[in-house]
């Protein structure tokens, strides 16, 4: 089981051998639509004839990603350099990464005039330095986000955690991970566009939301958000889909008629002042006793589970999609309502 190389807000690696017992074991793809730090990606074994897709809104995360994938080498002697250890230096790189454009913002102007101003062997060889330059970018661009969360208070990127870390010492873990990242499609689109375009038979859609009023996000994620997205999973009709929530009455109240299990897992931010645990929920639009089990063992009935792996179901699901879509619209409406008292 591979550990994922970047740390990240609301990771998962704590609670994924409570997700991977609920997840169906008979599946076709993949599909990771919040993916974070990819942890539950990452520790899954590849299946064969099983294609994986990993996706998040987040550029800077999805260039790292790629570049983990297809640029390990230039990656890694971009990180090589003297490590990161103060505030001023972490400042430096946040500033390149409010950057939106390369370092060469006439980088299209400047093709256009290879191709008018040079004969084809020249201008053929000035644009490949032109777009070897680009692509440079990009690696330095990776670089820098993997610092700015490494160096970061809770891995949220927000501000500088103080900690000395020497930043080569990841190396090996992003080569792992390169190598697992080989066959993995990674996608940049909103989740609104991912759901949809995915939703096949024998699809595993795995959602890890923002979680409802928290404050550790740097997008805002609001009710109507969230009550967005429920919608969308509503609409599912041939995906299995899995979500992963802080446990909180509103959420449990919006996903009426879905399986719902609780559990929880460390709280590392409140562990460096004396420990805590985080509540969360787990809900799915399939019943995992028939899709994720052998047949002679039950959900709800099943054998001792090991530590770290406990979870208690709470509510047995509607296996009628389309009666589960008419009562979410009645919640979404309740919800809505309550909004304007």
């Not at 017992?21 to 008979?26: C, D, E, G, I, N």
């Not at 595993?204 to 009710?223: G, K, N, S």
């Not at 296996?319 to 919800?335: M, P, S």
Request: hydrophobic share 35%; aromatic share 12%; with cysteine.
């Amino acid at each position: 089981m591979i550990k994922t190389f970047i740390p990240w807000v609301g990771g998962k690696t704590a609670l994924r051998p409570v997700l991977y017992q609920l997840f169906p074991t008979r599946l076709k793809r993949y599909v990771e639509v919040f993916g974070g730090s990819g942890a539950l990606l990452f520790g899954r074994e590849p299946q064969k004839g099983v294609a994986e897709v990993y996706n998040d809104y987040n550029s800077d995360l999805v260039n790292l990603f790629t570049c983990v994938r297809d640029r390990p080498l230039a990656l890694m002697d971009e990180l090589g350099y003297l490590p990161l250890n103060s505030r001023e230096e972490f400042e430096v790189l946040r500033r390149f990464l409010r950057q939106k454009e390369p370092d060469a913002p006439y980088l299209r102007e400047e093709l256009e005039l290879c191709q008018k101003r040079f004969p084809p062997p020249e201008a053929e060889e000035l644009t490949q330095v032109l777009l070897d330059r680009a692509s440079l970018w990009d690696v330095k661009r990776a670089a820098a986000y993997y610092k700015v969360i490494r160096y970061s208070y809770g891995a949220g990127g927000g501000s500088f955690g103080g900690q000395a870390t020497d930043i080569r010492r990841t190396i090996g873990q992003i080569w792992t991970c390169s190598r697992r990242l080989g066959d993995v499609v990674i996608e940049n689109l909103s989740y609104e566009t991912i759901i949809p375009r995915y939703d096949g038979a024998g699809t595993l859609l795995y959602l890890d939301p923002p979680y409802y009023q928290a404050e550790c996000y740097d997008v805002p994620f609001c009710l109507l958000d969230h009550m967005r997205l429920h919608s969308l999973v509503c609409g599912c009709r041939n995906a299995f889909v899995a979500l992963s929530y802080n446990d909180h009455p509103v959420i449990r109240e919006l996903y009426q008629g879905f399986w719902q299990f609780t559990t929880s897992r460390p709280n590392p931010l409140r562990n460096r002042s004396g420990g805590g645990r985080y509540e969360e929920l787990i809900i799915t639009n399939y019943d995992p006793e028939v899709w994720s089990r052998p047949p002679q063992l039950s959900l709800f009935q099943g054998p001792e589970k090991g530590p770290g792996e406990q979870y208690h179901p709470i509510q047995k699901g509607e296996n009628n999609a389309e009666l589960r879509k008419w009562r979410g619209k009645q919640v979404r409406r309740r919800l809505q309502k309550s909004l304007w008292r």
